[in-house]
């Protein structure tokens, strides 16, 4: 079945450090790349999203291209800020059929200023 | 964005009694809504599609005796821990899912910490 597999945490930066989160994913056919970003004691939200293969999503800084030929889909950043600190999950999911979204475990980020 | 609500966002119980958590889309109607379990470190699974007038599907390994889903509404789904116990506190998290132009968009519940003493 589907799933995603992404890098344990937590990941600890400076302000204004590069930052890479790794993606996997293992799944048949085409489905959509999505980056949820869960800031403390609130719930989930979108960060950006890709649907098809080499699309880009970008939002807040933040940028991850849909690799098809590797199977992922990396979260990068150039300059992290401290409101960065958050839990990051990589999806996946099949909209417009059953609409399910499969998490990876999540990575927490912490950024020092 | 559409919202999705989710009530209570804390409750505490004791062990043995059953604990009922709503979730409501407010400004739109979802025939589909999903319920996660978020364990500690962070991993988010999926628990169970609740459809609107039917009978909800679990995924492998959940308890669907335990874990009651009713979705009586399209813009209800209630998810109801019977005779919960320790090892069920955790953090539960629903969602719908909406379209956003072209696409399919999921918004996610605050969720709801439960605690079982």
């Known amino acids: 079945g589907d799933s995603v597999t992404q890098m344990e945490g937590p990941v600890t930066l400076s302000e204004e450090a590069f930052l890479t989160i790794n993606c996997t994913y293992t799944a048949t056919g085409y489905p959509s790349l999505f980056w949820y970003v869960q800031y403390p004691g609130e719930g989930l939200q979108l960060l950006l999203k890709a649907t098809k293969a080499d699309d880009k999503g970008s939002n807040k800084g933040f940028e991850a291209t849909y690799r098809k030929e590797t199977t992922s889909f990396h979260l990068e950043k150039g300059s992290v800020q401290v409101s960065d600190s958050a839990v990051y999950f990589c999806a996946l999911g099949r909209m417009n059929r059953d609409d399910k979204i499969i998490f990876g475990k999540g990575t927490r980020l912490h950024i020092l200023p | 964005g559409a919202v999705v609500s989710q009530h209570p966002s804390w409750v505490i119980c004791k062990s043995g009694t059953s604990v009922k958590i709503e979730c409501r889309s407010l400004d739109f109607q979802a025939t589909t809504m999903f319920w996660y379990r978020q364990f500690p470190k962070q991993s988010l699974m999926l628990m169970a599609t609740s459809n609107e007038g039917s009978k909800a599907t679990y995924e492998q390994g959940v308890e669907k005796d335990k874990f009651l889903i009713n979705h009586a509404s399209l813009t209800l789904s209630t998810l109801t821990v019977t005779s919960a116990h320790p090892e069920d506190s955790s953090f539960y998290i629903c969602?719908?899912?909406?379209?956003?132009?072209?696409?399919?968009?999921?918004?996610f519940g605050q969720g709801t910490r439960l605690t079982v003493v």
């Open positions: 969602s719908a899912t909406h379209p956003q132009g072209a696409d399919t968009e999921a918004f």
